[in-house]
C-alpha cells in the first residue's frame, strides 16, 4: 500500500516540474481574466443604479462577492486542458504504457491534476488576492470558522468533479476521432447552467430546481452559495450530499467507459 501510494507521489512530483515550466503562462492567463471581472463589474453596476435595490434576494455588494469568489473558485478547481490531454494520449497511442505497469490510467491523471492546480494556484494566487484585496469593500466573508471548512470541502468535492466530468468527456476519444466538439458543447452547457454566468437562483424556481438535478450547479454554484452563506442548512447537507454522489457516478462512469473503450483500443508500435 504504502508503494502505492509513493508511486503517485511521485507522479504528483513529476507534474510539479512538468507544470512549473508554465508559470508565466498561467500569470498571464489569471491577469487576462480579470478583464470579464471589470466588465461584470459595470454591468451589474448599471443593474443596481439604486443601491439599495435587490436582485433575486442579492444586493449589490452579496452580487459582486459572488463574482469575486467566482474568479478564485476558479483557480483553485476548475481542469485546464485535461481532456484534451486525455484525449491525445488516447489518439497518439502513448497509454500503451499503462497497459503494461502497474499504474492505474484514472489514479496518475488524477495525480497529474492536482499537481496542476497546486503549481497553478501558487503561481495565481498573489494577483488573485492583490484583487480581492482591492474589491474588499464588496466582498463578503463568511463569519465562521464552519462556513470556511464547508466551504473548502465544497471547493474540493467541485475540483474531484469537474476533474472526473473532464476525464469521461474525454474517454470519448475511444470511438472518435476528434473530441474537441462534444467538449465545447459540455462547456457551453456547464458555463450556463453552473452559475458561471450568474447565480442559478435568479432562475424560476422551477427551472432552478430541475438546474439542481443535474451536475452542473454543483461545480461552481453550489460552493459559492456555501462561502456567501446563501443557503439554509439543510439544503447545504442535501447538496453535499448531492456533490458526493455525482462524484461518485462519474467515478464509476469513467471506470466503465475506460473498461469498454480498451476492448475497442488497438495499440499500434512500439
Known amino acids: 500500500m504504502t508503494a502505492g501510494v509513493s508511486k503517485y507521489l511521485h507522479v504528483i512530483a513529476i507534474g510539479f516540474q512538468n507544470t512549473f515550466v508554465y508559470r508565466w503562462n498561467f ?23 439604486d443601491p439599495s435595490a435587490t436582485v433575486g434576494g442579492y444586493a449589490f455588494r452579496e452580487m459582486i462577492s459572488y463574482f469575486l469568489t467566482l474568479v478564485l473558485l476558479d483557480s483553485l478547481a476548475s481542469p485546464t486542458e ?9 489518439r497518439d497511442g502513448l497509454i500503451n504504457q499503462f497497459l503494461l505497469k502497474p499504474m492505474d490510467y484514472l489514479a496518475y491523471r488524477f495525480s497529474l491534476f492536482w499537481s496542476y492546480r497546486l503549481i497553478y494556484t501558487a503561481t495565481t494566487i498573489l494577483p488573485v488576492l492583490a484583487v480581492l484585496w482591492f474589491m474588499r469593500d464588496y466582498l463578503v466573508l463568511p463569519g465562521s470558522a464552519a462556513v470556511w471548512i464547508a466551504a ?11 476533474f472526473l466530468m473532464a476525464y469521461c468527456s474525454a474517454m470519448m476519444a475511444f470511438w ?6 462534444p467538449i465545447f458543447i459540455i462547456y457551453s452547457i456547464e458555463y450556463l447552467a453552473g ?3 450568474f447565480p442559478l437562483d435568479l432562475l424560476p424556481p422551477s427551472l432552478c430546481r ?15 452559495g456555501v462561502f456567501l452563506q446563501r443557503m439554509p442548512a439543510e439544503e447545504m447537507a442535501r447538496g ?6 455525482w462524484c461518485l457516478l462519474f467515478l464509476g462512469l469513467a471506470r466503465w467507459l475506460w473498461s469498454r473503450g480498451i476492448r475497442h483500443y488497438t495499440a499500434v508500435g512500439g
Open 27 to 49: 500569470l498571464v492567463r489569471v491577469l487576462f481574466s480579470l478583464i470579464p471581472l471589470m466588465g461584470t463589474f459595470y454591468l451589474w453596476g448599471a443593474v443596481f443604479s
Open 82 to 90: 485535461d481532456d484534451f490531454q486525455i484525449a491525445g494520449e488516447i
Open 152 to 162: 473548502l470541502l465544497a471547493t474540493l468535492l467541485s475540483a474531484a468533479l469537474q
Open 176 to 181: 472518435i476521432l476528434d473530441v474537441s466538439a
Open 195 to 197: 452559475g458561471h454566468m
Open 210 to 224: 430541475l438546474m439542481m438535478l443535474t451536475p452542473f450547479p454543483y461545480e461552481y454554484w453550489f460552493p459559492l
Open 240 to 245: 453535499f450530499g448531492m456533490q458526493f454522489l
